[in-house]
């Protein structure tokens, strides 16, 4: 049993520890060295690091130290968990290819005439890496704490939280920056979010669950209070069995699949789910109209 659990942590921590690795390397080969931004706090970090020279392993994780704790006491549950090992492994990783940028083991692709090469290859690069941290439940801290509790205190969009951070932050480059290679930045973050929900598979807001079993109602508190995403109950009626119970809907966020899959496993794990493509979704946590 000790062997299974180990090796289920080690599918969800691998992966999320391979795309910091990733989205590290794109913001030292590609970001930093063609003087493009991010958005976020790891904007600040390069903000930081063009101003001051500050080392960006440094300040991530000084900067993002006190939103993952303020964030541990407000969210808690298991995704602050993996926040938390996001965080940490970014700026591991970060320091890792900073030094061996430092000493000559890697050379930064810097251009002088060729951006657009740059951006594009950049917003692979940190799309890809983005897309296995989300994929696999974990975040790289920073913007993504803040919407979170902004959103739980004030009902606040995710979405439209960490894209005013983005917009104030990338904002703030053009003291910095030329306008030039702000633009390029629109377009390596275009082709991130694009890369982003190819590795997520699929380019759909969301999906919808719909969960038939024995132990609905518990599987629907769970989802309740661990997801902060309402449930529907709906009586049915076993057409062989002729037994009355209940069937589960709910529609998550593609972030949020991989965990309600789980919730559902561990309280039935004979139950039935069926997953289904949403095209648009209005209403609180998701568009509002």
Known sequence: MRTLKLASYLRTILPIMLGTAIYAFGLLYFIIPNQLMEGGVT????????????????????????????????????????????????????????????TGWINPFTTEHDYILASLYAGVTLGAGLGLVFRFGGTTGGSDIIARILGRKYGWSMGQVILSLDVIIIGLSLFYIREENILYTLVAVFIASKVIDFIQEGAYSARAFTIISDFAPEIADIITKEL????????????????AKHVAYCVVSRQEMRRLREIVRSVDPRAFIIISDVHDVHGEGFKED
């Open 228 to 243: 902060e995403r309402g449930v529907t109950l709906i009586p049915a009626v076993g057409a062989y069995s002729k037994q």
């Open 43 to 102: 904007g600040v970090t390069i903000l930081l690091n063009y101003a001051f020279g500050i080392s960006p392993s440094i300040s991530n994780l000084v900067l993002n130290i006190p939103l993952f704790l303020l964030g541990w006491k407000i969210l808690g549950g298991r995704s602050i968990i993996y926040t938390g090992l996001g965080i940490a492994s970014l700026s591991f990783f970060l320091w890792m290819f900073e030094n061996m940028i430092r």
